[in-house]
């Protein structure tokens, strides 16, 4: 059993959650995760590790509200979960590259924290950009601030920062001849795409974080498979960060949706059903 | 009894599940003997003075001995003889290839069948769990002396179950959330009902073996942590094969396409066969394919009957004499409505619009030359190329070595598949380092797996006393 710390809404739909798992809280390292288990009878859940305290043994994750699994944990009102597996998947190295863009979206504005510091604390000059549609949903600031040379925020509705996402900022950054080195996106498969869409003729070395569905987390079923440079890799062992070049897209968007029937009629049965109570 | 009238009993049946019945649920499909039957079956046995089956055993159990404590009725004792040198007989009675071991060299079987071995080591362990007749056996005087045993397979436990005996302080560390390896993952519970792995983990852990769940070596911790943080003085490596294999061929990334390790963790481990009630789902195939000739590709092939598939082809490229599969296996698919499509290979998947597929695309083999391990290698058929309707498609082709723990092990010797190299007694190029199981041969079975663990259990034994 894992001792849930403290859980909190941070904008609707979007949870802090923070447990304590001092084993994973000392190994951790920037672009690694963790599976979790709610029970017995859960899914193994990745969620990507936003910040960790080794002193405390914390862990900290941010997860979305999308289906079942997420809601369960969203209303979850134990303290305990069953497991915590990790840290797990290959740390991006944080060595001095010159000037480096890091954006993160929905999760991903939890999850790009970890590299933002590491890459700082490296000697480079950070550039955070963070998305979300409106700016109640924006969260995390203070802490990527903190570790950013520039910080800049974009709402879909222009609610706050510039209008528009971090794709179109990137894009802008580059129309102005702006020095960049490496790029790291994180968020969802979509939000990546199009943010290299934005970089990949430009000499910019660009990473993002897959988020394919995963089963064991530990290289022993083959469910995370990925496309990449033309070879099949797993992204719970080799990734789960690769280059974006190499990337094939397509063959991601389609195996993550293998599932979306019967989960999108389960959380729907669910959700009424927990309504009625 | 004298040897004419024991030559007229008939090898005796188990009862089994109606094919028909059983390839709806997962219960298990052998229903097991009773009393009766199995003291029937006990005396076919002719007490040979040089016992062949023993030698076909790979932990020389002592089959006649304990084929005639079941004549006697002292089940429980027939038990612990089994017990002297095989740890999981409720196992090993269920999933040992007997037909090509024990059974195979049972002299009875010149004439006419053997003697049931595999069932009768069944039976005794049943009736010894069933009736509560298991006894937490004596442990010699605590040595203060750790061992850490990495990955709870069927080669982790025999070592941990060994060593515990001998005084030692035992931790096995699993990656996976339930202990038991391949048997709580990948083999279904209509074969090996999960209840009985449990039983065989509860008896360690009873005799204080320390369990320590969710912990994956290399990631969690590095091997070097266990010696130099945790104190252990020697370390087993069980963590078995577990590297999904694929073909390499077009449309294998497509939706509904499942590597076997998958699909049998998906229904074994996470139980999806009980969605949504057990929340981790599992794609519906109506027609399913399944590729190879093994065990998992027969396992494979009957979760999927399990789940509702009306049609389940295996497609395999050799010839049924080569499978690779226990016999019983084989015979149970075919009687439950599998259909086997032999001598073929697939050779591109096709997908719709959505990317799941929809065909297989396969070529006819015939057998050619011996290839290296001794069996007529296939070779496709020119022009022999057919299409074959599908909605989902598990590759059952076999395991490699997952490289997440070795990787960060630089100075372990490994073979150039990426196995860990051992001797005969599991030593490895490190210091302090053994290791067992299919992590070493490459996938086998799990009595070699456990014979592994035994002979690394008595190597760790003298190494620690004697610090050779
Ligand atoms: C390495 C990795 C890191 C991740 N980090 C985070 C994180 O930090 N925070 C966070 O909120 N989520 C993260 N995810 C995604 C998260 O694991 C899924 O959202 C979650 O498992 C969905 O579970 P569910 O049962 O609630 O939804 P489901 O009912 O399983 O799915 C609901 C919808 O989400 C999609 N989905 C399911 N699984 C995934 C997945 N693995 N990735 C993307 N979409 C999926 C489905 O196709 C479906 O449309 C990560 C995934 C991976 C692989
Ligand atoms: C579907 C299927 C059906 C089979 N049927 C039969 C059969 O009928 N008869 C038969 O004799 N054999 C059968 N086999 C083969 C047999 O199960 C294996 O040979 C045997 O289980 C090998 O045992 P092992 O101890 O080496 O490892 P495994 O049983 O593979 O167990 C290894 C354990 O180590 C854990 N692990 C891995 N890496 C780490 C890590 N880094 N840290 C911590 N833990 C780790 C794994 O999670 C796993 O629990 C079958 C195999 C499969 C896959
Ligand atoms: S070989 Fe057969 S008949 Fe002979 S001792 Fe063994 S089981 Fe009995
Ligand atoms: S999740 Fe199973 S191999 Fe990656």
């Keep these: 059993m894992y001792e849930i710390i403290s859980k909190t809404e941070v904008v609707p739909n979007i949870y802090e959650l923070i447990i304590k798992a001092p084993e994973i809280a000392e190994k951790a390292k920037p672009g690694q995760f963790v599976i979790l288990m709610i029970d017995e009878a859960g899914e193994r859940l990745p969620f990507t590790l936003s910040d960790w305290d080794a002193k405390k043994g914390a862990i900290t994750i941010y997860f979305l509200e999308v289906g079942l699994s997420t809601m369960t944990l969203a209303r979850l009102d134990k303290k305990n979960i069953s497991a915590v597996i990790g840290p797990l998947g290959k740390p991006v190295s944080a060595e001095k590259f010159g000037t480096i863009v890091l954006g993160g979206g929905c999760y991903g504005i939890g999850g790009i924290y970890p590299i933002v510091k590491a890459l700082k604390e490296a000697g480079n000059t950070v550039i955070t950009i963070i998305e979300a549609r409106s700016s109640y949903l924006l969260y995390n600031k203070e802490k990527l601030r903190k570790y950013s040379d520039r910080f800049i925020v974009t709402t879909g509705d222009g609610t706050k920062g510039e209008k528009g996402k971090v794709h179109d900022v990137v894009k802008i950054m580059i129309k102005r001849k702006e020095k960049i080195n490496r790029a790291y996106f994180i968020g969802c498969t979509f939000m990546m795409m199009n943010c290299f869409n934005e970089t990949k003729n430009h000499d910019i070395t660009t990473f993002v974080a897959l988020s394919p569905i995963m089963v064991d987390g530990t290289g022993m079923c083959g469910c995370c498979r990925c496309l990449v440079d033309g070879e099949t890799k797993f992204a719970c062992v080799d990734g789960p960060i690769f280059e974006a070049k190499d990337i094939d897209w397509d063959i991601l968007f389609k195996r993550n949706a293998a599932y979306s029937q019967q989960e999108a009629m389960i959380y729907q049965f669910h959700s009424c059903e927990s309504r009625e109570v | 009894m004298d040897v004419k009238e024991k030559l007229k009993i008939s090898r005796q049946k188990m009862p089994e599940q109606d094919p028909s019945v059983r390839a709806k649920n997962f219960m298990e499909v052998p229903l097991g003997f009773s009393t009766k039957t199995a003291q029937l079956e006990a005396q076919r046995c002719l007490n040979c003075k040089i016992p062949k089956c023993k030698e076909g055993c790979p932990v020389y159990v002592k089959i006649p001995e304990f084929l005639k404590l079941i004549v006697e009725g002292d089940f429980a004792a027939a038990a612990r003889k089994i017990k002297e040198t095989n740890a999981l007989p409720a196992v090993c009675g269920r999933v040992c290839p007997q037909e090509s071991q024990c059974e195979a060299t049972c002299i ?361």
């Design chain 2, 108 to 468: 009875l079987g010149k004439k006419g069948d053997p003697v049931a071995i595999g069932r009768l080591e069944r039976f005794v362990a049943d009736y010894e769990r069933e009736n509560n007749l298991i006894k937490i056996p004596k442990k010699q005087p605590a040595k203060n002396k750790k061992v850490a045993v990495v990955g709870s397979g069927p080669s982790g436990l025999t070592v941990a179950g060994d060593l515990i005996k001998l005084g030692y302080d035992v931790t096995i560390f699993e990656a996976l959330h339930k202990p038991g390896g391949v048997l709580i993952y990948g083999i279904p519970e209509f074969r090996l009902p999960k209840a009985i792995v449990e039983a065989e983990v509860d008896y360690l852990v009873k005799q204080g073996v320390k369990l320590k769940l969710n912990k994956v070596i290399g990631a969690s911790r590095t091997v070097e942590d266990l010696f130099k943080r945790d104190g252990f003085d020697a370390v087993f490596l069980g963590v078995g094969a577990g590297l999904p294999r694929f073909m390499n061929i077009e449309g294998e990334n497509l939706s509904n396409v499942y590597s076997a390790n998958e699909y049998l963790t998906r229904i074994n481990l996470m139980k999806a066969y009980l969605y949504p009630e057990h929340y981790t789902p599992i794609a519906l195939g109506r027609n399913v394919t399944v590729v190879g000739g093994g065990n998992v590709t027969m396992d494979s092939a009957r979760c999927a009957l399990r789940t509702g598939a009306q049609k389940v082809t295996i497609v395999y490229r050799r010839a049924r004499e080569q499978m690779p599969a226990r016999g019983e296996e084989i015979h149970h698919a075919e009687e439950e409505g599998i259909i086997l499509k032999l001598l073929n290979n697939p050779v591109e998947l096709i997908g719709d619009e959505k990317g799941a597929v929809k065909k297989m695309r396969c070529i006819k083999m015939k057998l050619g030359e011996p290839d290296e391990s001794g069996r007529k290698r296939p070779v496709p058929i020119e022009g022999s190329e057919f299409t074959l309707n599908t909605d989902l498609v598990i590759m059952g082709i076999g395991a490699g070595a997952n490289p997440l723990l070795t990787s960060t092990m630089p100075d372990l010797e490994l073979n150039k598949w990426g196995y860990i190299v051992a001797d005969e007694n599991g030593r490895t190029s490190m210091e302090g380092i053994w290791a067992g199981g299919d992590i070493v041969t490459g996938s086998a079975t799990v009595i070699q797996a456990m014979g592994a663990g035994k002979q690394a259990a008595k190597a760790i034994d003298s190494y620690i006393k004697s610090g050779k």
